[in-house]
Structures are given as C-alpha cells and as structure tokens.
C-alpha cells in the first residue's frame, strides 16, 4: 500500500480525496461473505475495511501515524455519504456506519471530488509597490487641468512644442513613502517569501489577497513580550480571566499558586473539559476560515522539516493578533501537559497527546465549507504544531530584516530627492571622500636582508668530533 505524496498547492484537499478513494477501491481485498444463510461476492465487511483503510492511513506520508480508529470511521461514513461505498443491498447516503460486520461493496463506479474552476491567473511573483509608482487616482488623463484664455504667447509656446523646438514638460510625481506604502510592503514582500517556499506559481488559488491585513503581520512582529507572546491592544479581545487562569493551572500542575480553591478527585479533568468547552464555541477556527488552503498547502512541506517550519511561521503572521496570541497560549499549554509526567491521565480511553489532538484540532484548522478530509488534516498539522511550537510562533527573522532594509533603503531614497545638498553632507559619494582624505601612502614590501652566499652546494662530510 503506497500513498503518493501530495506536495504543496492548491485544491490539496480535494486531491487526497481523489487519491485515497482510488486506492481504497482498487486495493481493498474483496471476498465472499455470508449473511443470513445467503452468500455475497466480492464485499467486505466494516470491520474489515476499518482494519484495511486505517493502516493505509497510518502509513501515509500526508496523514502520519497519529490517524485514530474512530477517525478512520469517521471517514468511512463520508466514503458512505458520497457513494464511494454501498451496503450489500445497495443503500447509501447516511453516515451510518459502524465498525462492525455490517457487509457492503463498492459501486460500479465511484465519483470523484471535481475541482473547482476559476479565471486563469497570471504567472509571475508578487510585485513590490516601486518607488516610481502613482498613487491610485493619479493618472495622467484624470489630473485636472484649469482652461487657459490663449493669446499670442500661449500660442507661441504651444506651436513652438508642436514643431519640436521646445521640448515637452511631462509631469513627474514624487512618491512620499507614507504609512501605508509602507504596510504595503510589508503584505508583498510575506506574500513573496510565502510563494517562493511553496514554489508555486501564484498564491492566487491558495488565499484571497483581499483578506490579508498588513496591519496584522506588523503588529504580530513587533507588538510582542519578551516571551514571544503577542500583546493585544485591545484588552476586549483578551482571553476570558478564568479560561486563563485555568490554563495556566494545567500548564503548571501540581504547583497552581494562582489556585485558591481546594482540588479534589478528578479535578484536574473538570479544568480541561472547561478549557475545551471554551475552545470548541469558538466562532471560527484560530487558523481562520480563508486561510484553510493556505495552511493545507503548507502541509504537504512536512517531509522537509526546516521549509515546513519556515512556511507555518509566515502562515501565522498572516492571523490577526488576537488568533495568534490564543493559538500561542494553547500550544504551550498542551505541549507542557504531554511533558508532565506529574499529569494524571484526562481521559481513560486516551492517552494524553492523543487526547490534545482530538478535543483541540477543530478550534484550530477546519474549513468553513464542508471538506471530507478536513479532520485528519487538522489533526497532522496540529501534531506537527506540537513538536514545533516553539520555532513555528516565531518570528522568521529573515523575512523582517529584509523587509526593514527594502524600507530602509526607499527612506534614504527619499530623503536624497528631497534634500540633495544635506543627503551629500551627511552620505559623502567616493568622489568627494577622495577629495576630503589624501591617499596614503602604501607601504614599500621589505627586502630581504640576507643572501645565500654559496646556494645550491652540495653537502661535505665533516669530521666527526665523537672519539
């Protein structure tokens, strides 16, 4: 059983669906069953395609090891919901299956998800706002011009430019690098890097550009504590206290100093079931709804582990603050939890880890659409999150620092054409360092002070002085 790679892209989704279907139906073993005192050729039992379907999904490269049983029904009962499978007397399009010894078979054939089709997009990177460009509003054609009465000068000017005397004066504007030259920056030059990781040809496919906010990858580099958490302006937007404090309790188990009230038996899952109710009533994932694809692209990075970590990182500048800054406290709360061997178990059907990426998986990455895969990826890219919190809330340094220094250097540009004769007082050319410092003198290289007198003699036998 192989599970070709799906790497980055757009409809990501919608081709691990078309994928695992093909290889569900063209490798599932088939037999004769009986039922009822009657025999049934080529079908399977449930539990039997639960066995089979769930080692391919554990042996995929896209989905991992982490994929549960109960998943792997899950995602049988969208296999009955779509026609992909039936049940031995031909019924579908309930989810209710089960694991059990329930016969079903495959129709003669089986649709396949299409992919959505949209206007052709044009090939290229992300262009960067340039220094000579005019501001919207500014073409030539709509600048306002007063009517002028003519006389004989008028007329003389405008006739000597016709015959080429006078050479026509094109009107130049001087671009201010305002605010909002500079947030638009910003947004090309993430949206830049985050193409160039994917390799992909445009972004267009993957995320709406309309919906990405500038403001928020600003705010999300530099408005942050010293411990890499973001800091909201607006307290409004803040985690409720008491979803805080109980986080912090299970983040820091058994030493709860901020806890006042006595614990008792079990309390410690009362606290997470309350973290989790809260989690789950959220209105819309932390990853958001418009930057589903985006993330699923990412996942198909995970087997360059560095390339993924860099692409999440750009991916999650792209959140607003006050998603960022929820999804930086959750993680570091679950990945303390699975460490501490001091944590009693939460839950008796599973272990800790599993547990995180079951109850949490959902509030983080779910298509606002209904997506058949959308549970099994959701639990890989929280898994990964998980082993790479840490690096992936990061800041990429890279990408700031080039950023700082493309604005950087449009600043010393328009300081220069605003003020020639300061900018060569205070940033001398080579010319005019040349005339300011003398050249000094080089240095002569030294001669040898010794010569061989008899080069190249060939050696004389002495006397020895040993008696």
């Given at each position: ?110 649709p396949l998800k299409p992919y959505p089709k949209k206007p052709p997009y ?346």
């Amino acid at each position: 059983m192989e599970h070709r790679l799906v790497g980055p892209g757009p409809y990501r989704a919608t081709k691990l669906w078309n994928e695992t279907v093909e290889l569900f139906r063209t490798r599932m073993p088939l037999r004769k069953h009986r039922c009822r005192f009657k025999s049934y050729e080529c079908c399977f039992t449930a539990a039997e395609a639960v066995d089979w379907l769930h080692e391919l999904l554990r042996h995929s490269q896209n989905f991992g090891p982490e994929v549960t049983r109960k998943q792997t029904v899950q995602l049988l009962k969208k296999f009955l919901k779509n026609h992909v499978i039936e049940d031995i007397k031909g019924k579908w399009g309930q989810e209710d299956f089960e694991d059990n010894r329930h016969l079903y078979r495959f129709p003669p054939s089986s649709p396949l998800k299409p992919y959505p089709k949209k206007p052709p997009y044009q090939r290229g990177v992300i262009k960067f706002p340039e220094w000579n460009d005019s501001p919207p509003g500014t073409l030539q054609e709509n600048i306002p011009v007063r009517p002028v009465v003519m006389n004989s000068e008028v007329w003389f000017k405008r006739h000597s430019i016709a015959i080429g005397e006078v050479p026509a004066c094109r009107l130049v504007h001087r671009r201010q690098l305002t605010e909002a030259h500079v947030e638009e920056i910003w947004k090309s030059m993430t949206l830049s890097y985050l193409q160039k990781i994917l390799g992909l040809d445009s972004l267009e496919e993957v995320l709406d550009f309309k919906l990405i906010n500038s403001k928020f990858i600003i705010h999300n580099v530099y408005s942050v504590s010293k411990q890499g958490v973001v800091i909201l302006d607006d307290k409004s937007k803040e985690l409720p206290h008491w979803v805080l404090s109980a986080m912090k309790c299970l983040a820091n188990w058994p030493n709860c100093s901020d806890l006042k009230q006595p614990m008792y038996l079990g309390f410690e899952k009362d606290v997470f079931k309350t973290i989790a109710d809260y989690y789950s009533h959220l209105k819309e994932p932390l990853l958001t709804f418009h930057l589903f694809d985006a993330f699923v692209s990412v996942l198909g990075l995970l087997q360059k582990e560095k390339v993924a970590v860099e692409a999440f990182q750009i991916c999650c500048l792209l959140l607003p603050p006050e998603n960022r800054r929820k999804l930086q406290l959750l993680m570091r709360m679950m990945a303390r939890i699975c460490l501490n061997k001091e944590m009693p178990p939460l839950c008796d059907g599973f272990g800790t880890r599993t547990l995180m990426v079951q109850t949490f998986s959902h509030c983080i990455l779910c298509s606002k659409d209904e997506v058949d895969l959308d549970e099994l990826l959701a639990a890989r890219l929280v898994t990964f999150l998980m082993d790479n919190y840490q690096e992936i809330l990061k800041v990429p340094l890279a990408l700031q620092t080039s950023i700082e220094e493309r604005v950087a250097h449009l600043r010393r540009v328009q300081f220069q054409k605003s003020y020639p004769e300061v900018y060569q007082e205070r940033f001398p050319t080579p010319e005019s360092e040349a005339l300011l410092f003398s050249e000094k003198p080089k240095p002569k290289p030294q001669l040898f002070t010794w010569v061989l007198k008899n080069p190249f003699q060939p050696f004389q036998r002495t006397r020895s002085f040993r008696m």
